[in-house]
């Protein structure tokens, strides 16, 4: 599982990717597939969100399962565009074997 505690600090002071506010609230969510009790999926799959957005994500009842999915995908998206974008990530070439 990939964990990067220095990906997940660069949420803070950023905007929601979902509806782009930036109330001090936001953080680095992760996605609801690929995890266990008790136990968050990779890093790789975070999303910049804020409370209310987190919320709805995890909790909430507004929206069914396969909305939930396209939140997820669509958010995480948008988060590594941002990332990329704005200099936190840089891709470098792997050797192969």
């Known amino acids: 599982m990939y964990r990067n505690k220095k990906l997940l600090e660069i949420a803070r002071g950023q905007s929601c990717v979902e509806c782009g506010v930036n109330d ?14 008790g136990i968050k999926a990779s890093d790789a799959t975070i999303m910049f969100l ?4 987190h919320f709805e994500y995890d909790q909430g ?3 069914s ?3 939930r999915l396209d939140f997820q995908f669509r958010n995480n998206a948008k988060t590594l565009r941002f990332l990329l974008e704005e200099g936190y990530l840089n891709v470098c070439s792997k050797s192969r074997r």
């Open 24 to 37: 001090g609230t936001i953080v680095a969510a992760h996605s609801n597939t690929g995890k266990g009790m």
């Open 50 to 53: 804020c409370h209310s957005c």
């Open 61 to 63: 009842k507004m929206m």
């Open 65 to 67: 399962k396969g909305e």
